[in-house]
């Protein structure tokens, strides 16, 4: 950036911007960055090249901190988290997949980015990309059939996002867990995909 071009009145907001950004790249864990090229490929592979790589990466991330022999206290494995019964699932999806490797980095990544595509088809077409992803990431966290429960518990033809969300506990999901299924697309998609946009794409 050449700090002589900007007017004095907006240096202290040029400077300020600056720093913000560099924070921002300061937060991607070092762990991170061995993983960057190997989701870059995946990404495109199973999403062509305007695929939101940012999102992806926000997502492993919230998901494992990029550990790739991640457990959590109910037994999801991988850097994508997945439970042993996703993992048979999501073998049957794509060849790639077939030999069930959710402690392999390269596995799990392309698991995510399939199951991630998976769900986003599944989501309502009239809804903006973003709106989207915001409905698959909910699935992923908490089920594709709570969320299409909750849409018809609306009522409405062509319920929007926030209706949904509205409805979150309204139908067979426990009102409990609407504040993790909730937070989860807004942490991925609102705090942290900002720190991965140099990434790639994002929504």
Not at 107 to 129: G, S
Request: contains cysteine; proline residues 7%.
């Amino acid at each position: 950036m050449r700090w002589s071009r900007i007017p004095a009145w907006g240096w202290l907001a040029a400077a300020a911007l600056a720093v913000a950004s560099s924070c921002s790249q300061a937060q991607v864990p070092q762990a991170a960055q061995q993983y960057r090229a190997l989701l870059v490929r995946t990404a495109h592979a199973a999403w062509g090249l305007d695929a939101p790589v940012a999102v992806f990466a926000a997502q492993v991330h919230q998901e494992s901190a990029w550990r790739p022999d991640a457990v959590s206290h109910v037994g999801a494995q991988g850097l994508a988290q997945f439970m042993p019964a996703t993992t048979r699932w999501i073998a049957t999806q794509s060849p790639e997949l077939a030999a069930q490797q959710p402690f392999s980095p390269a596995w799990a990544l392309r698991a995510l980015v399939t199951y991630d595509r998976w769900l986003y088809d599944r989501t309502p077409a009239y809804y903006q990309p973003r709106d989207r992803m915001w409905v698959a990431l909910r699935a992923y966290n908490g089920g594709l059939g709570h969320w299409q429960r909750e849409a018809a518990s609306t009522g409405l033809a062509q319920p929007t996002r926030s209706q949904v969300d509205a409805a979150c506990g309204k139908a067979r999901r426990a009102a409990v867990h609407c504040t993790e299924n909730l937070g989860y697309p807004r942490r991925i998609l609102v705090v942290i995909q900002p720190r991965y946009l140099q990434w790639g794409p994002g929504l």
